[in-house]
């Protein structure tokens, strides 16, 4: 069974950095697109970035750009966040998301797999 499962989460201050990391399982990673989406409180889910299975990524949101960068590491089955600079407003549960496509979709209905979400809190 496919299983997604994120970590690096946590509670951190203005300014601060995190990476998180999405482990794989269940599937041929490297045949997948991945995506990171984030739900802050009280707001839809929106997409952040994606990469597609050789390592191109798609544009960012608008306020992580500079900031947030996605990876991937095909043998071990994990694609990362790194976020830099964070700010209260990067407050949200993260997702990563898998889907067996040639390109990265932007929207969540692109994505067949999904991880629990790991909670990133940031104070002022």
């Known amino acids: 069974q496919v299983q997604l499962v994120e970590s690096g989460g946590g509670l951190v201050q203005t300014g601060d950095s995190l990476r998180l990391s999405c482990v794989a399982s269940?599937?041929?990673?490297?045949?997948?697109?991945m995506g990171w989406f984030r739900q802050p409180p009280g707001k839809e889910r929106e997409f952040v970035v994606g990469i597609n299975r050789y390592g191109s990524t798609t544009d960012y949101i608008d306020s992580a750009k500079g900031r947030f960068t996605i990876s991937r590491d095909n043998a071990k089955n994990t694609v990362y966040l790194q976020m830099n600079s964070l700010e209260p407003e990067d407050t949200a549960v993260y997702y990563c998301?898998?889907?067996?496509?040639?390109?990265?979709?932007?929207?969540?209905?692109?994505?067949?797999?999904w991880g629990q979400g790991t909670q990133v809190t940031v104070s002022s």
């Open positions: 269940g599937l041929v990673f490297s045949n997948y697109v």
């Open positions: 998301a898998g889907g067996r496509r040639l390109l990265v979709p932007k929207t969540a209905n692109g994505y067949g797999y």
